[in-house]
Every structure is written in C-alpha cells, then in structure tokens.
C-alpha cells in the first residue's frame, strides 16, 4: 500500500514539474512571436507556430526519462532548444535535475552546451538585432542557467540531508529494537534465574520426601506424619518466596523486597536439608565476613548443590565446606557420595548450573563441578574476598 501511495506521488510530481517547465517557455515564446511581428519577418510564422512547439513538446517528453538517463537527456534538450522558444523551461529543469546529482563536470557540460547553443537560435528567427543584443542574450541565458544549477545543487544537497537523516532515523530505530530486545531477554533471564534459586531448592526436597512416602512401605506412623509435615512445609515456603518475588518482579512500589541470602543463613539452609531428609555436613574455617554480594552468591552455589544432590543422589551423603580468609580466596566445595540406593526417579538435569557459573563469573570468580572416582560428584568455586578493611586503613 505504501509502495501505491509512492507511486502515485512520484506519478503527480512528475506531472506538475513538466507542466511547470511548459509554462515557463510560454512567456520566451511569446516574446519571440513580438519580436518576429516587429520585424515582420518571412517564413518564419508557420516555424514559430508550428515546429516550435513541437521541439518544445518532444523537449518535454524526452524529460520523463530524465532520472534513468540524466546527462544524454539534458545534453539533448540543450541543443534542441536552439530551435524552439517555448522549450527555455524544458532546458532549464534538464540543467536543475542533472544539477541534483552535484557533479560538477556534469553541470558544467549541460551549462556550456546550452549557453553556446542559445546564439544559433537567430537562424531560425532571422530578425535585426541591436548592437550589443548578442552579449545581452548570451549573459541572460548564463544567468538562468547558473540560477537552474545553483536550485538544482540546492534541492541535490536537500535530498542527501533527508537521506542521511531518514538512514539515522532507520538505525536509531534498528537499535533500539536491538536494545529492547536484549532488554527483554536479560530480564526473561532474570525472572528464570530468581525463580530457580527460589524453587528449585524447595521443590526438589519435596519430591524428594513425596518419593519416600512413595517407595517406604516400612514406615511408621510418625515418620510419615514427619514427612507430611515438611511437604506442607516445604511448599508452604514455596508459595511464601515465590509470591516475594512476584512481587518484587511486579515492582509493587507498597511491597518490601525480600531479604537477601547471605552467608549466615548457611546454618538455616543445611538445617532445612536436613529436616527434609538429606545426609548433610557443614564445616566452615571462614575467617572474617565477606561482603553482601560474595555471601550471597556463596550461598547460592550451596543451594545449587543441595539441590543437585536431592535430585541424582537423594540417600548419599553430603559434605559441604566452605573456607579462605579476608584478602584471599574463598573456597565452597559442595561434594555428595555415591547414592546407594535411589529411592525415587532421577530428574532430568536442568539449566542450574549454568546460571550459577554465569552468577560466578560475574562475580569474579570460577566454577568447577564433575564427578569423582567413586561416582560421587562435587562442586567447587573459588569467590576473590578483598579485604576492604585493611584498603581503608590504607
């Protein structure tokens, strides 16, 4: 639809340009046919009513290919319009088109051409000319052909600025959409990143009990009222964080954002492991406290690996130690045995590990996780710790 609006406007400009160009060779015309009738010149009526304004109309017509075939047409019409009056606007839009491609060769070709023709125009209208009429014909015709080329270069310089504004309009628009579309995968990340170290931990442990429930028939009564309880617990917690971050994703202006992981809240999380059923040992030697962002980050790389080992190996052990000092590195090794015997299907792995290395990194640090000879498996980070303080007293 566009391209028909395009069309049709390029269509009516071309339309009102040649008309233009024929009303601009009337009053040359005219003027002419004052002159022969002063001079009462013979033979020279029926050229002037006649095969000027057919060379005028011919001019014209040669002027719809003016843009496929700019120099060859305005060269044409140059010359052509040594025979006609009325074709002075035909030449004149000729020189101002081929002067909006601002190539000064080109327009010095079409001006010379045009000037130098304009004195042969005597010899078809054979009249006395006054001393001094040549000079005069020939500086007002170099005038208005300087005037065409002087509008055409105008008009040229006119179409680059609206090209090159129209470009950087069309790259501004480009890249913006670039931007909001990394925009919006960094922040689908985000919300996938927040939302599994929300879940992933409390859900895993719940299937992890359900699959108890579900394979023990050797259970007592309180046992399983044990492990009831801490499935409604656990997905009680569940729903509790996942509403908090909803909430913080919605950017509710009237609700608090919830508190940070860090890394005293390591005790909890072993704790809560081992409420729900896993075999866990942590052993610390940290030295000092780390800053907010390096806690939390510690303790997302033991929640990933607590919640890998109630995935693939829910009845193994699980040792978790974390060690290193202010100044140095902290070390956090999560490493879970062999599991025995599984008590429940294992679940497909998941893209856990990947975000985690990616949060890592970002943090400076690296992240190593395989398996061991025994067919256990560990994961190791080493997180930089500057000491701050000791920089401060510096």
């Known amino acids: 639809m566009h391209a028909d609006v395009a069309a049709r406007l390029g269509g009516w400009q071309q339309a009102w340009r040649l ?3 024929a009303v601009l060779g009337v009053p040359f015309w005219l003027s002419s046919g004052v002159v022969l009738a002063q001079n009462q010149g013979t033979g020279t009526g029926s050229w002037w009513a006649i095969g000027d304004p057919l060379v005028a109309l ?4 040669a002027l719809v290919w003016r843009r496929q075939f700019p120099l060859a047409v305005a060269m044409t019409v140059a010359i052509a319009s040594t025979a006609s ?3 002075t606007g035909a030449v004149l839009l000729a020189l101002c088109s081929v002067s909006t491609r601002r190539r000064p060769v080109e327009i010095a070709v079409v001006g010379l051409a045009y000037v130098s023709a304009s004195p042969f125009a005597v010899g078809f209208f054979p009249v006395s000319m006054p001393p001094g009429a040549l000079w005069f014909g020939l500086a007002m015709t170099a005038l208005t052909a300087g005037l065409a080329a002087t509008i055409g270069m105008a008009i040229g310089a006119r179409r680059v600025e609206v090209r090159s504004l129209r470009e950087r309009a069309e790259s501004a628009e480009r890249e913006q959409s670039a931007r909001a579309e990394q925009a919006r995968a ?3 990340n985000r919300i996938a990143r927040e939302m599994h170290d929300v879940l992933a931990h409390r859900i895993s442990l719940v299937a992890m009990q359900a699959g108890v429930l579900d394979h023990r028939g050797d259970l007592t009564s309180e046992d399983t009222r044990v492990l009831v309880r801490g499935i409604a617990h656990g997905s009680h917690q569940a729903l509790e964080e996942l509403r908090d971050v909803l909430g913080v994703l919605r950017s509710d202006p009237g609700r608090p954002e919830p508190p940070q992981p860090s890394l005293d809240r390591l005790p909890e999380l072993v704790a809560e492991a081992r409420a729900s059923g896993l075999d866990v040992t942590l052993t610390t030697t940290v030295r000092g406290k780390p800053s907010d962002a390096t806690g939390r980050t510690c303790y997302r790389i033991v929640q990933e690996g607590l919640t890998n080992a109630a995935k693939h190996a829910p009845g193994a052990a699980v040792d978790v130690t ?8 902290l070390h956090v090794t999560v490493r879970n045995a062999p599991d025995a015997a599984t008590t429940a299907p294992r679940p497909a792995s998941g893209f856990g590990l990947l975000g985690l290395t990616e949060r890592v990194t970002l943090a400076g640090g690296t992240l190593d996780h395989h398996g061991t000879p025994d067919h256990g498996y560990v994961l190791t980070a080493r997180l930089p710790w500057p000491d701050h303080h000791h920089e401060k007293r510096a």
């Open 85 to 87: 009056a009325l074709s």
């Open 322 to 329: 974390l060690e290193g000092t202010a100044g140095g590195t």
């Open 19 to 21: 008309l233009a160009a």
């Open 186 to 188: 960094t922040e689908r």
């Open 58 to 61: 011919g001019c014209l017509v």
